[in-house]
């Protein structure tokens, strides 16, 4: 009984630890989607911190004749890991116009389903895989 007992809160401590600190999603993640300016690419090299989510995110921008129109580096703000969920901000400078991007996610392994609304209005919905 004992025994049972001490598994039991065992597996509650752990399940609630994991809850604090959340996903470990520390490294390079990658996707492509389209949006209403062009096929944009994105590298997100997070850095996680028990539940503070730092790092960069790079994007490149190609237009509709696959040119690129935009490339970019930005510092990941706002960063918050809670369980599998995410949430973060970069501030994007797009064709000299600077654009707030605001992300939220869930981490399921190896994907993180993200969507982001830019300045305020609807973007898009995507997934990122964690690179090899």
């Known amino acids: ?14 399940a609630g630890l994991v809850c604090v600190y ?30 503070k989510l730092t790092g960069t995110a790079t994007s490149n921008v190609k237009g509709p004749d696959g040119a690129v129109v935009n490339e970019a580096k930005s510092q990941i703000l706002e960063g918050k890991i809670e369980g599998d969920k995410i949430s973060f901000s970069e501030n994007l400078s797009y064709t000299g116009m600077d654009l707030k991007i605001v992300y939220t996610g869930t981490v399921s392994g190896s994907e993180i389903k993200l ?15 964690r690179e090899k």
């Open 22 to 51: 959340g996903a470990d999603i520390t490294g390079k993640w990658t996707t492509q989607f389209d949006s209403q300016v062009g096929v944009q690419k994105y590298t997100f090299d997070f850095k996680a911190e028990g539940t």
């Open 1 to 14: 009984m004992f025994l049972r007992k001490s598994a039991i809160l065992a597996i509650l401590i752990f």
């Open 115 to 129: 969507s982001r609304t830019v300045s305020d209005q609807p973007g898009e919905t995507f997934v990122a895989k």
